[in-house]
């Protein structure tokens, strides 16, 4: 008897042990930062506001160009992601789970077609349209995302959602290409975006945290003119030049570098 219940005990604490859930990896600074960027961007009235506040002044801006029209069709480009379409639950899921972003987990999101609208976008694309002007989408995903891209876009019916208006990367993220080839035929009144190389190649090719900012001081007068920058704090290039584009860093990593750069009070 005092054998068999040895054995039970046993064989009790073996199944507790190999029950016992493993120990889950503390998230890092930024992925625990995106779960609270995704969340302002879902639930914040002051995003909404931001939002409202571009478009409002695209629509003036635009009423402004529709005076003096020129030679040429009147064009307004616009990024996707995070401009028209917001990606915050992808965000906060892979946060959440504490995984760095992946081309397939990413891929497996946009093929659902699901992204919600960015606030006042719709309204100003479908406006632009129907002043005549042509709406291109400039995007950096990729070629294989274009059935789910069009499909996403037109679940919402934004306008000139078409093979011809929706340019995605083929062979370089730099969209001046693509800029340039809208120029041929049209004039670009506006240009929409999140993140800055939506609408200039002076902030192509990498460029580093301190040029960035020497770009911008530049093109200053540009931003609420012909360039109308949307709120998007989860990610973009300037997390890139933040992390001097190693996209191999470790959590631990990225926590380091992120406590050396920014600014805490010191008591």
Known sequence: ???????????????????????????????N???????????????KALCFQAYNTAKWRLDEALKNPGNKPLA????????????SPYDA????????????TWKAWTAKAVADTVPGAPAFFKYAASKGVAVFYITNRDEDERTGTIKNLQLYNLPNTDNEHVLLRQTESSKETRRQQVLKNYNIVLLCGDNLPDFDMLYDNKPAEANRQAVTEKLKKEFGSKYIV?????????????FNYNYKLTGAQKDAIIKAKVKVDKQ
Do not use: H
């Open 1 to 31: 008897m005092k054998r068999s219940i040895t054995a039970l005990l046993a064989g009790t604490l073996l199944l507790a042990a190999c029950s016992t859930p493993k120990k889950i990896e503390n998230a890092s600074i930024a992925n």
């Open 33 to 47: 930062g995106k779960v609270w960027t995704s969340l302002w961007q879902q639930r914040a009235a002051e995003y």
């Open 76 to 87: 307004v480009v616009t990024d996707v992601d995070e401009t028209l379409l917001d990606n």
């Open 93 to 104: 899921m892979r946060a959440a789970n504490n995984q760095e972003f992946s081309p397939e």
């Open 230 to 242: 949307i709120p998007n704090p989860s990610y973009g290039d300037f997390e890139g030049a933040l």
